[in-house]
């Protein structure tokens, strides 16, 4: 499957029986990922660059439940068995893993880790003063644990930790175990978490962003994939200092 057919996947708003995915307003439903949308900081970067001590992670398991025949087309109901999908090896930064703040950040400094990295070793975060999560939608319970327990977490998407998943990294699977209206239609989340908030999931205009305090870091209150690469300044010089 080559990079235009991934661009080109439908991210449209789903219903509220669904996943959680946001698009912008008067939108045809088509993702165009920014062209390097980190170089608008350049001329900032020492004002914007991390200071070492804080991890972005990178959201391979949500990259994975949005692929072809994965968790979005089972939500979307294309099909009615798509709860088990192919875990990917490669940093894709599509829409579905917040390609364009992932680059702007990477772009910055912040070192990189990943879901599998929390999975198999959730002590890793304990070697950052600070965590930064993107659109980290499907995450496994060891790493919901390891993160709701990392004492400042920057919650920089709607919608994180809203979904629980299993990984079978001999086959190379994750499996949806919980979320949204799954198994069963009573279900609003895949772990019940107090602080979820993918109501902030479909503002992309972000003229009104703040960060809120929640029990272990902060969350931002819009969605801003599409915000970040022209217009994120102050949001990235907040995210610094928070």
Known sequence: MTATMLLLLA????????????????????YTESKLPEL???????????DGKTAVVYPIFTQSAYDWGGFHDYYSGYCDYCTNTRLHSEYEKTFSASG??????????????????????????????????????????????????HPKVI???????DSQITVDYEKNTISLVRGKSYPTSDVNSGF???NTNPQYANDWNCHSWEFYMVDNGYML?????????????????KLKTL
């Not at 608008?40 to 991390?50: A, G, H, I, P, T």
């Not at 364009?100 to 070697?127: A, M, S, W």
């Open 155 to 161: 919650y920089l998407y709607p919608g994180a930790l």
């Open 221 to 237: 209150n819009c969605y801003p994939e599409t915000f970040l690469p022209n217009n994120g300044y102050e949001i990235l010089r």
């Open 40 to 50: 608008r900081y350049y001329k900032n970067y020492d004002e914007l660059s991390s």
């Open 11 to 30: 991210f449209v708003v789903i219903n509220n029986s669904q996943a959680y995915l946001a698009v912008p307003e008067k939108s045809s439903g088509i």
């Open 192 to 194: 019940d978490w107090k």
């Open 100 to 149: 364009n703040g992932f680059r702007i950040l990477e772009f910055l400094g912040y070192q990189v880790i990943d879901d599998i990295d929390i999975d198999k070793d959730p002590t890793i975060l304990e070697q950052f003063d600070k965590v930064i999560l993107l659109h980290s939608e499907f995450v496994t319970k060891t790493e919901f644990d390891a993160i709701i327990n």
